[in-house]
């Protein structure tokens, strides 16, 4: 990782300052580094000199490997969003291709801007409150409803180029931060369950065990069990290895259906620029368009210091090389993607599976953006991909992200309280921002309630009063 000893930047709180290494681009790092790592060795190729992999502690094959591993685990979401976004009246196979574009656009240029093994893609959760709550539930278009998600991706984009974004992140507690990270593991493990069939819904205790002698469960299993072995004995490409195995399975046991190999995109003109701007400027809409806004600001926010913070690039105030950049990166998607014709776009929590394989530099990102490029042209392939082949590499990130519970000051409750409701949270409300939200309201009810209100800085109070208004006034209706 380069730092600058020379340059620094002032951070917005008037505390220390910040290393300029976090603003700068790979190629900004290499132009002004110092003179002894400036200058690539002989023989070093265009990717050491773009992506920094020595110094990262990598190679150009283990990255291959972890964006190839990260788009497995969450390539399920270009057969998922349309279907989403299609009860809201939408073109399921032009949202198909747009869902494949935005994810490859947003995750190569967060390759190449920001150096960080970050994928991105449509948010769910966010597509399901646009098609059912803001579309179906309160009436309006389709259309309008999109153009609610541009002006909150809009407003994202304004506060990140005011550095508001950054200033948020880099004053969160790391009670708060260890939580995020934590909670986020939990809700990918939740997620690995659920996708392999060991956890499925209950109406009488919400949740219980499913049918454990099923073949999803069983390969399921059988992947999580080789992704823990093999790590274990230090095999660096254990997930990938374990999601070729259990596919491989599912189609012996005529599970898995081979459909052939390439067929056509079809046109995204029914979406593309169809959304009503000037419709959705409605005041009736002020509380959507703040809901998006705030929702993917944290829900991406949350992901970057979880994935960052597994992958060790990020410090103890939650800070990560070109934070400016990534975040930049992901706002502009967003908005982009609204135009396109999907949901807001956020930074992908299954990014940690290509963490846990070795992926440290945007090199992943890029492989993770192409695989989607052409995911539009081998469509039948990816779809071969059972969900329950990837649920094995979820549930192990869970297991990695969990560990930084340990990092808690247990034995203060106004540090313990925090952590655990905000990683609790996050898989049992099934939201990634509800947990945050749960966390910063928490945090600031412990330390007043003890008499510790000084340590209640001015960002975490604003936020969690943010997001009192969000419960009162958006979420009660």
């Not at 190629?27 to 400036?38: K, L």
Request: hydrophobic share 55%; charged share 10%; proline share 5%.
């Amino acid at each position: 990782m380069v730092c600058h000893q020379l340059r620094v930047m002032p951070r917005m709180d008037g505390t220390d300052p910040v290393p300029a290494t976090y603003f700068t681009s790979p190629m900004e790092s290499n132009m002004n580094q110092a003179p002894q790592t400036a200058q690539p060795a002989p023989g070093q190729g265009w990717l050491e000199r773009l992506f920094a992999l020595k110094s990262h502690g990598t190679n150009a094959r283990t990255e291959l490997i972890a964006g190839v591993t990260t788009f497995l685990t969450m390539v399920y979401i270009v057969f998922v969003n349309p279907q989403i976004l299609s009860n809201a009246g939408m073109d399921t196979q032009a949202v198909f291709v747009t869902t494949c574009l935005i994810a490859g656009i947003g995750s190569i240029l967060m390759g190449l801007l920001a150096n960080l093994p970050i994928a991105l893609a449509p948010a769910m959760g966010l597509n399901a409150f646009f098609a059912f709550v803001v579309v179906a539930g309160m009436g309006y278009s389709w259309q309008v409803g999109m153009g609610t998600i541009f002006w909150g991706a809009l407003g994202l984009l304004i506060l990140t180029l005011l550095r508001v974004r950054y200033w948020l992140i880099a004053n969160i507690p790391l009670t708060l931060r260890v939580g995020i990270t934590a909670g986020i593991g939990l809700l990918i493990a939740l997620l690995g369950l659920h996708n392999a069939g060991i956890v499925v819904a209950s109406p009488a205790t919400m949740v219980t065990v499913g049918n454990l002698t099923s073949l999803p469960c069983l390969l399921g299993l059988l992947g999580f069990f080789l992704i823990c072995i093999f790590s274990a004995r230090g095999v660096h490409s254990a997930v990938l290895i374990a999601i070729v195995v259990t596919t491989a399975l599912g189609w012996l046991f005529g599970d898995v259906t081979f459909k052939g190999f390439v067929s056509l995109p079809p046109s995204i003109a029914p979406v593309f620029g169809q959304l009503d701007l000037m419709g959705s400027l409605d005041i009736g809409l002020a509380g959507i368009i703040f809901s998006f806004m705030l929702v993917n600001l944290f829900d991406s926010s949350g992901t970057l210091i979880g994935v960052t913070t597994r992958a060790k690039l990020a410090d103890e105030q939650g800070r990560f090389p070109r934070m400016k950049q990534a975040l930049v990166v992901d706002s502009v998607s967003s908005v982009g993607g609204a135009f396109m014709g999907t949901s807001s776009v956020t930074a992908y929590i299954e990014s940690s599976s290509g963490v846990a394989v070795g992926g440290r530099t945007g090199l992943t990102a890029i492989v993770v953006g192409v695989l989607f490029l052409l995911a539009i042209f081998f469509s039948p392939v990816a779809a071969m991909v059972p969900a329950y082949a990837a649920a094995g590499a979820l549930i192990y990130v869970g297991v990695l992200m969990c560990s930084e519970l340990t990092r808690v000051k247990w034995e203060d409750l106004t540090e313990a309280v925090p952590a655990f409701m905000t990683a609790v949270m996050m898989p049992f409300s099934f939201s990634i921002t509800e947990g945050i939200a749960v966390g910063f309201i928490s945090y600031c009810v412990m330390k007043a309630g003890t008499g510790r209100w000084r340590e209640i800085n001015p960002c975490v109070l604003v936020v969690a009063l943010l997001f009192v208004l969000k419960f009162v006034w958006v979420d009660s209706h």
